[in-house]
């Protein structure tokens, strides 16, 4: 069993971390990746914070813009898309989502790490990604495929993209899942 919160922490205002004040554990998700390419999002990334107070509101800002711009489209995540290519195409799975938000964070020299992991009241039950943000001292989460940030989140593995939290790597022949069931479901707490 694992404990989990309802909810999880939203904090507007939460101010942006100033590089050299950023801890030394943050700093490999300010780079781009292979599926995160910030060097290529610093001008969208930018018209669409215009005006928002640098942190946690230009974070807040990016889900929002991928929300209205990108459909999320789950059972179709046969092939990774980077960032870019989930952008111009306009349609993925979490994981591209996920991709596009710490992008776009990482163009604004906001830390972002890839994190996967199961989410109760997902339908259907599957590995879900979302990404989280480093603002006002401490990492943060945004889902830019949930309406609002429900608790229930059991984090698997974190890092730069999808290509550091896979489940397994193979090698050699491909291999075939046979069955895979992931229950997430609320308990009753421990009575006093």
Known sequence: MIETANASDTAPGAPFVDIQQLPDETLPFLHPSRYCDSDHFTEMASSIVTGL???????????DYIRQNIQ???????????????????????????????????????????????????????????FEAYVGNRWYTFDPTQADLQGGRVAIAFGRDAADVAIYTQFGPPVELLNLDVKVQETQGPTR
């Open 53 to 63: 107070t640098p942190g946690y509101d230009q974070c807040s800002a990016i889900v």
């Open 72 to 130: 999320y489209t789950p059972g179709e995540g046969e092939q990774n898309l980077s960032a870019s290519e989930l952008n111009e195409l306009g349609r993925g799975v979490c994981r591209d989502m996920a991709h596009l938000g710490i992008a776009c964070c990482r163009a604004l020299a906001i830390p972002a790490r890839m994190v996967v992991g199961y989410l109760e009241g997902l339908k259907p039950m599957d590995l879900h990604a979302w």
